[in-house]
């Protein structure tokens, strides 16, 4: 279990089943309201990791689950979620009619690009990264020390972008989201916390944008 405290929010991860998916729990440390980001797997280890943040805030209580995308690995807990935390739950909208045939949930509040949630102060923003599938959000806020953090899906990560299967016109679309919403808005120092494996920042991966688009993968 990992933990980044920031002023605003603490941000705690685990990772879950033979795939290495992250689960993220966002807490603001004032207000105790807590968002969950991808109820991907392994149940009692998000209900460990949600007990493991009793102490980021005085009364801490999760008012909400995000989804990124509607892959089959990042769902596979959502059922059990949201039968104990009865709170609304987030993913774009484009993927709300396959995240209901992967894991019979009916997502409370489909996403449009800029969309955003309040945790209680802190603004957390949906972006619309189309490529990996049709509705895969990024979720990004900024803490107010000045550090931006991005969860980012399968839609970002150390050396490149998500998996778009060898489809030209996909990964372009992937790519060029991710350039324009990501790169050309945030700054180096923006934190990418993505839905498999290590973090990485925004700084470390714009000099390969090129590269990728070139490689075309």
């Known amino acids: 279990m990992n933990e980044l405290l920031l002023d605003d929010v603490a941000i705690r991860r685990v990772s879950v089943s033979d795939m290495a998916n992250n689960v993220y729990l966002v807490t603001n440390r004032k207000s105790g309201e807590q968002l969950l980001i ?11 990791l949600i007990g493991s943040a009793l102490g980021d805030a005085v009364n801490p209580r999760l008012i909400g689950i995000a989804t990124t995308h509607q892959h089959w690995d990042h769902v596979r807990a959502l059922a059990q979620a949201v039968a104990k935390y009865p709170v609304p739950t987030y993913a774009g909208t484009d993927d ?10 009916r997502i409370s509040t489909p996403l449009a690009h800029g969309d955003q949630l309040q945790l209680g102060d802190v603004v957390i923003t949906a972006i619309h990264l189309r490529g990996h599938t049709p509705g895969s959000m990024a ?12 969860f980012s899906g399968d839609s970002l990560f150390p050396g490149g972008v ?5 489809d030209p016109e996909r990964f372009t679309s992937l790519l060029d989201d991710v350039t324009e919403r990501i790169f050309e808005q945030f700054s180096d120092g923006a934190k990418v916390l993505p839905g498999h494996g290590d973090s990485t920042t925004v700084g470390t991966e714009r000099p390969h944008l090129g590269e990728w688009r070139e490689r075309g993968w």
């Open 139 to 150: 979720y990004a806020l900024t803490d107010s020390s000045g550090q931006e953090i991005i």
């Open 38 to 48: 991808d109820a991907a797997d392994d149940m009692p280890a998000i209900e460990q």
């Open 96 to 105: 709300v009619e396959g995240i209901a045939e992967e894991c019979s949930v």
């Open 162 to 166: 998500g998996n778009t299967w060898k």
